[in-house]
C-alpha cells in the first residue's frame, strides 16, 4: 500500500524548535519530489517547501525562508521538515505530499499523509 | 504571493451540477497547464480530484471535471450528490513552488 506518515508534532513555546518527519512506503520514493503543506486550525491549505528527488533543490514559502529547511534520506525512505524560530502563526496540521509526477515538479500532490499536528504557545 | 482567489461556497441540489472558479494571474494559473483540485471531508487530508487542468487520476468518478480560460480554472461537479459535500481547493505550479486557493465549502442541499 502507497502510504505517507508523518510524526514529530507536539506543543512548542514560541521561537522553539521542532522536527517533522514522514515515513515513506509502497513506492519508488526517490523518483519523486516531495513536498510540506499545512494548514492552520480552520483555515485553507498553504503549501510550504518541496524538495527534488536527490534533494539538490528545495524552495521555500516566503513565509518560513530562513527558518525551515526540508530534506530526505533516500536511503530511509524519509522527508524531514527541520522548523526553527516558530511562531505562533506556525500553528498549523502540517502534512508530507508526494508530487504526481516523476519527471518534474508538477505541483499536483496525489499521495498525502494523515498530517501532524503543530502549536505553538506559550 | 496571494492565495488564488475562489467563491467561499457554493451549493446545489443532488442531481444539478456546480461550477467552482479559481482566479489566478498570468504567473500562475495562466502561465501553466498545472492546475489541480482537491476534495478535502472534515479532518481528512486532501484528496486529488483534477490535474493538469483537466484530467481526473484512476478512482475518481467521471462527475468531476476541469477546464481552464486565461487565469481562471473551473472545477464542474455533475450530478450533485451527497458525498460531494466538502471543502475543494484549486492549486497552480509558479516558479518551482505551489499555490492554493481560497477554498470553497460546497453544500449540497
Known amino acids: 500500500e502507497v502510504q505517507l506518515v508523518e510524526s514529530g508534532g507536539g506543543l512548542v513555546q514560541p521561537g522553539g524548535s521542532l522536527r517533522l518527519s514522514c515515513a515513506a512506503s509502497g513506492f519508488t520514493f526517490s523518483s519523486y519530489w516531495m513536498s510540506w503543506v499545512r494548514q492552520a486550525p480552520g483555515k485553507g491549505l498553504e503549501w510550504v517547501a518541496n524538495i527534488k528527488q536527490d534533494g539538490s533543490e528545495k524552495y521555500y514559502v516566503d513565509s518560513v525562508k530562513g527558518r525551515f529547511t526540508i530534506s530526505r534520506d533516500n536511503a530511509k525512505n524519509s522527508l524531514y521538515l527541520q522548523m526553527n524560530s516558530l511562531r505562533a502563526e506556525d500553528t498549523a496540521v502540517y502534512y508530507c505530499a508526494r508530487d504526481l509526477s516523476v519527471w518534474s515538479f508538477s505541483s499536483a500532490f496525489d499521495i498525502w499523509g494523515q498530517g501532524t499536528m503543530v502549536t505553538v504557545s506559550s | 504571493q496571494s492565495a488564488l482567489t475562489q467563491p467561499a461556497s457554493v451549493s446545489g441540489s443532488p442531481g444539478q451540477s456546480i461550477t467552482i472558479s479559481c482566479t489566478g494571474t498570468s504567473s500562475d494559473v495562466g502561465g501553466y497547464n498545472y492546475v489541480s483540485w482537491y476534495q478535502q471531508h472534515p479532518g481528512k487530508a486532501p484528496k486529488l480530484m483534477i490535474y493538469?487542468?483537466?484530467n481526473r487520476p484512476s478512482g475518481v468518478s467521471n462527475r468531476f471535471s476541469g477546464s481552464k480560460s486565461g487565469n481562471t480554472a473551473s472545477l464542474t461537479i455533475s450530478g450533485l450528490q451527497a458525498e460531494d459535500e466538502a471543502d475543494y481547493y484549486c492549486?497552480?505550479?509558479?516558479?518551482?513552488?505551489?499555490?492554493f486557493g481560497t477554498g470553497t465549502k460546497v453544500t449540497v442541499l
Open positions: 493538469d487542468v483537466s
Open positions: 492549486s497552480s505550479y509558479t516558479s518551482s513552488s505551489t499555490l
